[in-house]
C-alpha cells in the first residue's frame, strides 16, 4: 500500500519564478492537506481540498493556489516567489470524516 | 485562533532513560495528534489521542481535554527516537474543525 508521496523532493529558484509542487495522497484517502514549515518551527497550515474544492484556507496570501484532481492528487502553485517561501511543503492525507492524517516526505524549496 | 505550546524545547537523555514531553492547548479541541519528525523532514503520526490514553510500545500518550493538556512518554529510548516530536490540534468550532494547529515541537536527542 503506496503511502503519500510528493514530488519533486528538492526545488531551487529564483525570486518572482512560480512553483507548482505535487501530491498524490495514501490509496483510499480523498483529502489533501498542504502545510508550509519553516526552519525551526511547525508545520503552517495553508489549505485543504476535498472534492476538487478548496474548502479550508490558512493565512497564506493568494499567491498560494492549489487544485486536486478526480483521482484525488492536488498541486500546489505558489506565485511571484519571495525569498521568504524558502521551506519544507508537506502534503498530508486523510479520509474525509477520519481525523489522522498521513505526511508526504515533503518538498524543499529554496528561493534564492 | 487556537494556541498550542510544548514543553520543553529541548532534551537530551542516555540511551534507555524515560522521559515526557508536554503540550498545552488554549481552546476545546477534537483531534490532537501527536507526531514524530526524523532528521530528514518525515512526519510519522505516533497517536490520535483527543482524549484517554493510549500505548504502542514504548510509547503511551495521555489526554486530559478537560484541562487541556496531553502527555507523550518514552520509555527506555533509544538512538532512533532522536529527532523532533510535535503535538497537533485541531478545533471543534466550524471553520477551524478540519486544519491542524502545530506547537513548535520538543527536539530530543538521544545519546548511546
Known amino acids: 500500500d503506496a503511502g503519500v508521496t510528493q514530488s519533486p523532493t528538492h526545488l531551487i529558484k529564483t525570486r518572482g519564478q512560480q512553483v507548482t509542487l505535487r501530491c498524490s495522497p495514501k490509496?483510499?484517502?480523498?483529502?489533501v492537506s498542504w502545510y508550509q514549515q519553516a526552519l525551526g518551527q511547525g508545520p503552517q497550515f495553508i489549505f485543504q481540498?476535498?472534492?476538487?474544492?478548496?474548502?479550508q484556507r490558512g493565512n497564506f496570501p493568494d499567491r498560494f493556489s492549489g487544485h486536486q484532481f478526480p483521482n484525488y492528487s492536488s498541486e500546489l502553485n505558489v506565485n511571484a516567489l519571495l525569498l521568504g517561501d524558502s521551506a519544507l511543503y508537506l502534503c498530508?492525507?486523510?479520509?474525509?470524516?477520519?481525523?489522522?492524517?498521513?505526511f508526504g516526505p515533503g518538498t524543499r524549496l529554496l528561493v534564492l | 485562533g487556537i494556541q498550542v505550546e510544548q514543553s520543553p524545547p529541548d532534551l537530551i537523555l542516555q540511551e534507555g532513560a524515560n522521559s515526557t514531553l508536554r503540550c498545552n492547548f488554549s481552546?476545546?479541541?477534537?483531534?490532537l495528534q501527536w507526531f514524530h519528525q526524523n532528521p530528514w523532514g518525515q512526519l510519522i503520526n505516533l497517536f490520535y489521542?483527543?482524549?484517554?490514553?493510549k500505548q504502542n510500545g514504548r510509547l503511551s500518550a495521555t489526554t486530559v481535554a478537560t484541562e487541556r493538556y496531553s502527555l507523550l512518554y518514552i520509555s527506555s529510548s533509544q538512538t532512533t527516537d532522536s529527532g523532533v516530536y510535535f503535538c497537533?490540534?485541531?478545533?471543534?468550532?466550524?471553520?477551524?474543525?478540519?486544519?491542524?494547529?502545530w506547537g513548535l515541537g520538543t527536539s530530543l536527542g538521544v545519546n548511546p
Open positions: 481552546d476545546s479541541v477534537n483531534n
Open positions: 498530508a492525507s486523510s479520509l474525509d470524516g477520519g481525523q489522522t492524517q498521513y
Open positions: 481540498y476535498y472534492e476538487e474544492e478548496e474548502r
Open positions: 490509496s483510499g484517502h480523498d483529502t
Open positions: 489521542i483527543p482524549s484517554g490514553t
Open positions: 497537533a490540534v485541531g478545533g471543534i468550532y466550524a471553520g477551524n474543525n478540519r486544519k491542524l494547529i
